[in-house]
T-cell receptor, first 111, second 113 residues
Framework: KAGVTQTPRYLIKTRGQQVTLSCSPI?????VSWYQQTPGQGLQFLFE???????NKGNFPGRFSGRQFSNSRSEMNVSTLELGDSALYLC??????????FGPGTRLTVT | DQQVKQNSPSLSVQEGRISILNCDYT??????FLWYKKYPAEGPTFLIS?????DKNEDGRFTVFLNKSAKHLSLHIVPSQPGDSAVYFC????????????FGQGTRLTINP
């Protein structure tokens, strides 16, 4: 079974721009979560979607948003990029249990 | 406010010996705990988990122990192998927290031949 895939793997953007990242979960998984990893803050939860509805949200500003489609694929969007948004963005999917399976991540660099 | 803490940033262990990684938490509302392993440029890989109603769970070379009164969990790897060299994260899920994982800062484990 194919794992979680994320596109693109690497991205360079300029301050003020916006970016959209994509995640395809493991087939059959309906829950998709997003995390941000930075050297200073570690791995932090952004939000979780289940059946196209946001079920949980972390403590991030409204510039960070997401959505989930009927096929469980998910996108996250960051508007008005700041230098501090440079990070590895990880997507994880799960079926019914608590175990989440992560994709390889998208490395975003904001210049 | 760091609710899940891994106080050792790094650990070095000889191949074949036991590796013990520790994790402390402050929130008594955590219901489920997980350990992940992460290699550079890859996403975390799920290793093993434990429910708050248990005190031990084993899977092959990996065993997780949970001490609820001390709010402490540990991951034992026996025997340690060179491929175990990676960053290990413990994570916790609060009761009714759905899929919201709260991660520790990670411990870099190095297995020396």
């Amino acid at each position: 079974k194919a794992g979680v895939t994320q596109t693109p793997r690497y991205l360079i953007k300029t301050r003020g721009q916006q970016v959209t990242l994509s995640c395809s979960p493991i087939s059959g998984h309906r829950s998709v979560s997003w995390y941000q990893q930075t050297p200073g803050q570690g791995l932090q939860f952004l939000f979780e979607y289940f059946s196209e509805t946001q079920r949980n949200k972390g403590n991030f500003p409204g510039r960070f948003s997401g959505r989930q489609f009927s096929n469980s694929r998910s996108e996250m969007n960051v508007s008005t990029l700041e230098l501090g948004d440079s990070a590895l963005y990880l997507c994880a999917s799960s079926l019914y249990s608590y175990e989440q399976y992560f994709g390889p991540g998208t490395r975003l660099t904001v210049t | 406010d760091q609710q899940v803490k891994q106080n050792s940033p790094s650990l070095s262990v000889q191949e074949g010996r036991i590796s013990i990684l520790n994790c402390d938490y402050t929130n008594s509302m955590f219901d489920y705990f997980l350990w992940y392993k992460k290699y550079p440029a890859e996403g975390p890989t799920f290793l093993i988990s434990i429910s708050s109603i248990k005190d031990k769970n084993e899977d092959g070379r990996f065993t997780v122990f949970l001490n609820k009164s001390a709010k402490h969990l540990s991951l034992h790897i026996v025997p340690s192998q060179p491929g175990d060299s990676a960053v290990y994260f413990c994570a916790a899920i609060p009761i009714q927290g759905a899929q919201k994982l709260v991660f520790g800062q990670g411990t870099r484990l190095t297995i020396n031949p």
